[in-house]
C-alpha cells in the first residue's frame, strides 16, 4: 500500500518549498548585486586615488580642493 499526502499537506509543501526557493534566489541576487557593487567601487577608489595624484602634482600636496566650487588654496601652515 503506498500513502500518501492529503492534497492541502502537499500544496503546503510545494508553496513552502517554492517561497524558500524563491528567497535563496533572492539572496543570491542580493549577494551578485553586492559583488558588482564592490567592485565597482574599489574600481572608482583607483581611478579617484590615479586623479588625485595627478591634481597634486599640478598644484601640490598643500592644495586644498572645495569640492562645489573647485576652488583651490593652500592647507595653513600651523
Known amino acids: 500500500m503506498v ?5 492541502e ?13 524563491r528567497l535563496r534566489m533572492s ?3 542580493f549577494e551578485m548585486n553586492k ?3 564592490l567592485s565597482a567601487m574599489e574600481a572608482l577608489r583607483e ?5 588625485e ?12 580642493i572645495n569640492m562645489k566650487t573647485g576652488e583651490i588654496t ?3 601652515k600651523e
Open 53 to 64: 595624484r595627478l591634481l597634486i602634482e599640478l598644484y601640490g600636496e598643500d592644495a586644498v
Open 35 to 37: 559583488y558588482a557593487a
Open 74 to 76: 593652500k592647507k595653513e
Open 9 to 21: 499537506q502537499l500544496e503546503t509543501i510545494q508553496q513552502m518549498n517554492t517561497e524558500y526557493t
Open 27 to 29: 539572496i543570491a541576487d
Open 47 to 51: 581611478k579617484f586615488s590615479n586623479h
Open 3 to 7: 500513502m500518501k499526502l492529503t492534497q
